[in-house]
């Protein structure tokens, strides 16, 4: 589940990155071509930082984008749109996407570049983060003459929370905030762990560090405050839930909906799973095989695992794959290759 | 949009960027004269010229 605070944080992690191919073209290349290895990267880094925290419902309401003018036109069918006048910019919201028209039009279509609204200014001007600046991605200071509009993405901190009831997958530290972080707090409280001054806030402070070390320690783990793969697997542990070492049991599962050309990304946390498995029940309905694309991030980037792998349960329950480093892979992104109408179910393991 | 439209737009989509995105100077460069100063205070002195530090009320 994403936020605004899991956009930006995603963000600053990529301050500083510059040249290409870098980790965000190879990212998009992965699931587009090779031809946007070295292509302009602005809206491809907002689509990198969507997908990698958890936004991309959000950010990209009809997908993926490198192209400016079509992520703009994106916002204004949904209806998140405003054009950038000075009373617009002045009211942006952290992690709103800001576009940018040099020539003062606040034309869509005059639209060439792109970032995330890190802060509101007044005066008309907001700092943003910004990819592809440069050829590289900083902090800039933009104002109202420059901005085209800005995209409200219907970030899910904007609705009433609602813990899981699970430790969350993502990795976590101090400095971070939002849905994750809310999750975090509040599987370590259930699983009886003391945040006495703030208790769940969505702020991974320095109460929430000391928690998560306390865990650390109990586990017999490296103490160091971050929430990372082991944590969550302790935490796990801690409320109840599978464990690693279980036989039969699927530590992670879920479906992929049909649709060609539909791409369902899938996070998972690194050092937890070996490989995937795929089942459908087309033999069943009647239906031909059908086909996917799976594509898994590590500490290395994306690379597509298998190109093409072909699903058919008459011939075969269940297909397997596992990936290449275990301790370091976190992610899986599923593309239909076709629109059979059936559902693909997955579990990892 | 119908499938044969969604694949001819991400056929389209390379060329598009090719030909119309990050083309002006002034995405590459600050358009604020008190960038660096606005920047600096936000953040603190930049770290090879990234400005990467926490804003100082967070």
């Known amino acids: 589940m994403g936020s605004a605070n899991g956009m930006l944080a995603e963000a600053r992690r990529s301050l500083g990155m510059s040249g290409r191919p870098n980790t965000i073209t190879r990212d998009y290349a992965s699931r587009h071509g090779d031809e946007f290895l070295r292509a302009a990267w602005c809206d491809m880094a907002v689509t990198y930082w969507a997908r990698r925290s958890g936004n991309a419902g959000a950010v990209l309401p009809r997908g993926d984008r490198a192209y400016t003018v079509w992520h703009a036109q994106d916002f204004q069918k949904i209806d998140r749109w405003f054009s950038g006048t000075t009373a617009n910019v002045d009211d942006a919201k952290p992690g709103d996407i800001v576009f940018f028209d040099w020539n003062q039009t606040n034309q869509v279509g005059a639209i060439d570049h792109v970032g995330v609204v890190e802060k509101a200014l007044g005066g008309g001007r907001v700092q943003t983060i910004e990819g592809n600046t440069g050829d590289q991605c900083l902090r800039r200071v933009r104002s109202s003459s420059v901005i085209a509009g800005l995209g409200r993405p219907d970030y899910e901190d904007d609705k009433p929370y609602a813990w899981s009831g699970e430790a969350p997958a993502a990795v976590l530290r101090p400095g971070d905030g939002g849905t994750g972080v809310h999750d975090l707090q509040n599987a370590l409280l259930r699983a009886g762990f003391q945040l006495p001054v703030y208790g769940a806030d969505g702020d991974y402070g320095e109460e929430t560090a000391a928690a998560v070390r306390v865990l650390q320690r109990n586990a017999g783990l490296t103490v160091s405050g971050i929430y990372d793969a082991a944590t969550a697997a302790a935490l796990q542990r801690a409320l109840g839930g599978p464990q690693e070492g279980d036989e039969d049991v699927p530590y992670f599962w879920g479906s992929v909906p049909a649709g060609k050309g539909r791409i369902t990304p899938i996070s998972l946390p690194g050092g937890l799973f070996k490989s995937i498995g795929f089942t459908v029940d087309n033999g069943l309905a009647g239906l031909p095989p059908t086909k996917v694309r799976v594509a898994v991030h590590d500490a290395k980037g994306w690379y597509a695992a298998k190109p093409e792998l072909v699903l058919d349960s008459a011939a075969k329950s269940k297909v397997w794959f596992s990936v290449r480093d275990p301790q370091s892979a976190d992610g899986i992104s599923i593309q239909r290759l076709d629109d059979v109408d059936v559902e693909v179910a997955w579990d990892a393991s | ?58």
Request: proline residues 5%.
């Open chain 2, 1 to 58: 949009m119908s499938e044969h439209e969604q694949e001819r737009d991400r056929a389209d989509e390379a060329a598009l960027v090719e030909r119309d995105v990050d083309q002006h100077p002034g995405a590459h460069q600050a358009t604020e004269p008190d960038e660096e100063q606005t920047l600096t205070e936000l953040y603190g002195e930049p770290e090879d010229g990234i400005f990467s530090g926490e804003e100082a009320s967070r």
